[in-house]
């Protein structure tokens, strides 16, 4: 049930990256990609506190680890998210922004 729900959020993390990714996200930004990304958890049913707990830790991971090419090619909403990205965020989210490990 928790493995479940856990890919559910990582899915959600990576279809929410072209709302707000851009290198050291600004302020709005990173509040319009939190806040997308809480009510994506939501749905699948954390509560806020863990929910927004787990999409900052994942803006922090696009912040962090991913390059200027690779988020501007996550910003283009034009163009399909390149799976190698998915799987990169993805894989941060679970290693860094997940308590079971």
Do not use: W, Y
Request: aromatic share 4%; with cysteine; glycine share 4%.
């Amino acid at each position: 049930m928790k493995f479940s729900r856990l890919t559910s959020l990582l899915f959600c993390s990576a279809a929410l990256i072209p709302l707000g990714a851009h290198a050291a996200m600004d302020g709005a930004t990173r509040t319009t990609f939190t806040q997308e990304c809480v009510a994506a958890a939501k749905k699948q049913g954390l509560n806020d506190k863990t929910a927004a707990t787990h999409c900052e830790c994942g803006a922090k991971q696009v912040d962090s680890h991913f390059t200027d090419k690779e988020i501007a090619s996550l910003k283009d909403t034009k163009a399909e998210t390149p799976a190698a990205l998915t799987t990169k965020l993805q894989k941060l989210v679970a290693e860094n922004c997940t308590t079971t490990k």
